[in-house]
């Protein structure tokens, strides 16, 4: 969709969603996004256009709805609805053009009172249009912190397991004070870019220092990490385990390099892979991390960025890494992680929607 984000809107979900009527003719762009009162706005496009009324049904679980509650219903021309708030913690909506043409959406990031870079993985498309299911996975940065509210929320998405990728010593230092069904411990190692502040503050660490030691760390969390990687594709075979929430830190830099494999394994493209790691840096306060950070200069500032924000070479780099070291991504799965083309496929069938007619 090319037409601006209306002025005061948060961003939530920009994906082409592929259609679940009987034979599908069309394609669906949808944008879903939150307003800071938490009303829903809903914009969409339809290729090739058709007429008719679009007919909007709401509820708390993406899988399902009932056809009898059409909470809006309005030409399909308008293209644009704004749903409100609601009585619940999220809200999931069916859109049916015509009839029998549908798509369903919400947006993807979600508000919370202490839980940072909080995100669903739902709606990205791979190349054969499938697209992943709502409401099974998600990433974020640190829970252990949570509020009530917050604790509240991740009861009413039913979420069940956690994959913590802290190391032990930040489990330690910031252990949770609450539990999910599931906790699966997989500590990434690796520098956090964090204990490095005060070395860009000394001037120590340059821009360029900054970049380097970015790449460096993505390629290290791949080459020490593999039989954590092995076995968080275990966790996601494991049909119990949902939903499922990743998580560590900032939930940048090593949920980031998590979920773009797990995107890549799902035949997502880069495009989209890129997308959901650079997101991060909007939902991240970087100036608060660094307490009054405009007081350095402007090279300091620079360093800060390219040290603490993501940034799109970077897990660009890192998958050129793994093509050069490997052959490509699927020689990567198949040989390295031993996520076999079998395995991908249930892997797929658990977390993608079936494809188009």
């Known amino acids: 969709m090319t037409d601006k984000l209306l002025p005061g809107l948060i961003l939530g979900c920009f994906v082409l969603f592929s259609s679940c009527a009987e034979k599908a003719d069309y394609d ?3 944008v879903c996004e939150t307003t800071n009162s938490g009303d829903y706005v809903i914009k969409w496009e339809i290729f090739p256009s058709i007429d008719g009324k679009v007919k909007i049904y709401r509820s708390n679980d993406p899988n399902n709805f009932s056809d009898k509650e059409v909470e809006l219903e309005l030409p399909i021309q308008e293209g644009v609805a704004t749903m409100e708030k609601g009585d619940f913690a999220r809200s999931y909506f069916k859109l049916v053009f015509g009839k029998n043409l549908c798509a369903i959406t919400s947006n993807r990031v979600i508000k919370t009172e202490n839980i940072l870079n909080f995100r ?3 709606g990205f498309r791979n190349q054969n249009e499938q697209q992943i299911k709502w409401g099974k996975l998600y990433r974020s940065g640190l829970i252990s912190n949570a509020s009530k509210s917050d604790i509240a929320l991740l009861k009413a998405l039913h979420i069940k397991s956690v994959v913590d ?3 032990d010593k930040e489990v330690k230092a910031a252990p949770s004070s609450f ?3 599931q906790t699966y411990r997989l500590p990434l190692e690796g520098i956090e870019p964090l204990t490095l502040v005060r070395k860009v503050i000394g001037g120590q660490m340059k821009k360029g220092d900054a970049l380097v030691f970015q790449e ?3 390629v290290s969390l791949v080459k020490n990490n593999t039989d954590n990687f092995k076995r968080y594709f275990e966790i996601l075979a494991d049909s119990s385990n949902y939903p499922l929430i990743v998580c560590c830190t900032l939930g940048k830099v090593r949920t980031g390099v998590v979920m773009a494999l797990t995107l890549a394994a799902l035949d997502i493209d880069v495009e989209q892979i890129h997308q959901d790691y650079m997101q991060s840096i909007e939902y991240i306060d970087f100036k608060g991390i660094v307490k009054n950070a405009d007081r350095f200069s402007p090279e300091v ?6 040290l603490l924000a993501p940034q799109k070479e970077i897990i660009e780099y890192t998958r050129r890494y793994i093509e050069k070291e490997y052959g490509s991504l699927d020689e990567y799965f198949e040989n390295e992680l031993q996520l076999t083309t079998a395995k991908r496929e249930k892997l797929k069938e658990l977390l993608l929607y079936p494809p188009k007619n």
């Open 301 to 306: 500032q620079e360093a800060l960025t390219v």
């Open 165 to 167: 990728l802290r190391t």
């Open 216 to 218: 460096d760390l993505h």
């Open 120 to 122: 669903e993985e739902g």
């Open 179 to 181: 539990s999910m069904e």
């Open 28 to 30: 669906i762009d949808i």
